[in-house]
């Protein structure tokens, strides 16, 4: 094995996918199934408190295929979002 071999392998061992599909969070099959297909860490992030929106928003299609969501918050969620993901990348299973 190279070196960059062991990057790729390392870059993929140590990869998540944070995903922000706005509207498309309560109301896309087609995005929940992109998300379900992948093996790696996964976080959905909304800006909003989805809970104090309308009832339709108040459950997500998208986050049944994820470790978690992160909401609420403003543009910290994106912050917040990235600190749980390396926790989740980097936590020993």
């Given at each position: 094995m190279?070196?960059?071999?062991?990057?790729?392998?390392?870059?993929?061992?140590?990869?998540?996918?944070?995903?922000?599909?706005?509207?498309?969070?309560?109301?896309?099959?087609?995005?929940?199934?992109?998300?379900?297909?992948?093996?790696?860490?996964?976080?959905?992030i909304?800006?909003?408190n989805i809970q104090k929106r309308n009832a339709f928003r108040h459950d997500t299609y998208v986050s049944k295929a994820l470790h978690g969501m992160i909401y609420g918050f403003g543009s910290r969620s994106n912050n917040d979002a990235l600190d749980a993901m390396r926790g989740l990348i980097h936590t020993p299973s």
């Amino acid at each position: 094995m190279n070196e960059l071999t062991g990057f790729r392998q390392n870059r993929q061992e140590d990869s998540g996918i944070l995903g922000n599909a706005k509207a498309y969070t309560h109301t896309s099959v087609a995005i929940l199934d992109a998300f379900a297909k992948s093996t790696t860490a996964k976080l959905g992030i909304h800006l909003s408190n989805i809970q104090k929106r309308n009832a339709f928003r108040h459950d997500t299609y998208v986050s049944k295929a994820l470790h978690g969501m992160i909401y609420g918050f403003g543009s910290r969620s994106n912050n917040d979002a990235l600190d749980a993901m390396r926790g989740l990348i980097h936590t020993p299973s």
